[in-house]
């Protein structure tokens, strides 16, 4: 059901909703940019509508909200272990578009993947979406390219417009929750891009012979292995584990899941000092061949969803939209090399 509604209005809803959900969405976080006098804009709790920022692309996409940067998945100590409790209050997320196509690749990984990840789950079931539409294109985005540019996959989709708010709401639950909230019923459909000043092309030919182009050596000079590219994509979810043990007691401790990255050194490091893509080179091809390649041959689409954060967000400005741009010309020289 659409709805019509004024800002004065939205905020006693969004104050009914907040007594059922955690609610989430990017906003301004003041002096957390790059540099002490900037400003970050990423995922937060809110308390208020006009803390959401619908005008700029978060550096951060939505991910940290059901997949969190650091989670304790359990406790133990010399004779029991115990599994960590989760937050049983339910979360309402504002996302893109293309942030929502980003989240099937997770449920793919986490849930699709031959197993069930427990404490993924958990989170993800007690999650709903409210859609932000895209009037025009973001820096660096190629979400046209990718296909991601357009969802129905909503439980609610919002437009604001001046003083005015504009609802699109499937999930009778949300619905129910704002029923007694004054509103104007109304027709509403999402904005959503139609075209990127970015474009990519994705070779029909590519194979894994692009491994022996020449074109990665360039990135051995150029990436430094930072990961940054990797933590604010919506789509990587690599992780690694911590066993922290107590200063008071080394039999008692906790086991965390912690964010981690192709791109990092030490990631690939194994018993016996072995250690695979040692070479930034290496590690470049792998993350692009990951999101453009193999991943489709396995779910059917591609990884990357063209939000843009990794150019956004490179300090040694390498584009990945570059990167997929030029596998057309390396598959060639491949081919004449052979």
Same mark, same amino acid.
């Given at each position: ?27 301004? +976080? ?18 208020? +509508? ?23 998945? +359990? ?14 209050? !339910? ?5 893109? &578009? ?17 197993? %069930? ?19 025009? &294109? +973001? ?8 296909? #991601?540019?357009?969802?129905? %996959? ?5 437009? *604001? ?17 704002? #029923? ?7 027709? *509403? ?23 022996? &182009? ?19 994509? !919506? ?39 072995? #250690? ?15 999101? *453009? ?25 390498? &584009?990945? #939209? ?17």
């Amino acid at each position: 059901m659409g709805y019509k509604l004024n800002l004065e209005n939205m905020n006693l809803a969004l104050n009914e909703l907040k007594k059922t959900y955690k609610i989430y969405a990017p906003k301004v +976080f003041v002096g957390a940019g790059t540099f002490s006098d900037t400003d970050r804009v990423r995922y937060g709790e809110i308390e208020s +509508f006009e803390e959401i920022e619908f005008d700029k692309k978060s550096s951060f996409s939505y991910k940290e909200t059901i997949l969190p940067t650091r989670q304790t998945l +359990f406790f133990f100590t010399e004779d029991e272990c115990k599994e960590a409790e989760v937050d049983e209050r !339910p979360a309402l997320i504002f996302l893109r &578009s293309c942030e929502i196509h980003s989240l099937k690749r997770i449920d793919d990984i986490y849930l699709r993947n031959g197993f %069930e990840d427990i404490y993924y789950k958990k989170m993800r079931e007690r999650a709903k979406f409210v859609l932000i539409g895209c009037e025009k &294109s +973001f820096e660096n985005c190629f979400c046209v390219s990718m296909g #991601s540019n357009k969802t129905d %996959e909503y439980n609610a989709y919002i437009k *604001v417009d001046g003083q005015d708010v504009y609802l699109d709401i499937k999930d009778e639950e949300i619905e129910n929750i704002i #029923s007694s909230i004054e509103k104007e019923e109304k027709e *509403v459909k999402p904005d959503f891009v139609t075209e990127n000043p970015v474009k990519v092309n994705i070779p029909e030919n590519l194979s894994l012979e692009v491994m022996k &182009s020449t074109m990665w050596n360039e990135y051995n000079e150029r990436c430094i292995t930072c990961g940054r590219c990797n933590f604010v994509c !919506p789509t990587c979810t690599c992780f690694t584990m911590q066993d922290i043990t107590y200063k008071d007691n080394k039999n008692a401790g906790e086991r965390r899941r912690v964010w981690a990255s192709c791109h990092v050194d030490g990631y690939t490091d194994m018993a016996g000092g072995h #250690s695979f893509r040692k070479e930034k080179a290496q590690k470049m091809r792998f993350k692009t061949l990951h999101k *453009v390649y193999d991943y489709k041959k396995k779910w059917g689409y591609h990884m990357c969803v063209g939000c843009g954060r990794c150019d956004d967000i490179c300090p040694e400005y390498i &584009s990945f #939209s570059t990167i997929i741009n030029k596998l057309e010309d390396a598959m060639n020289e491949v081919k004449n090399n052979d």
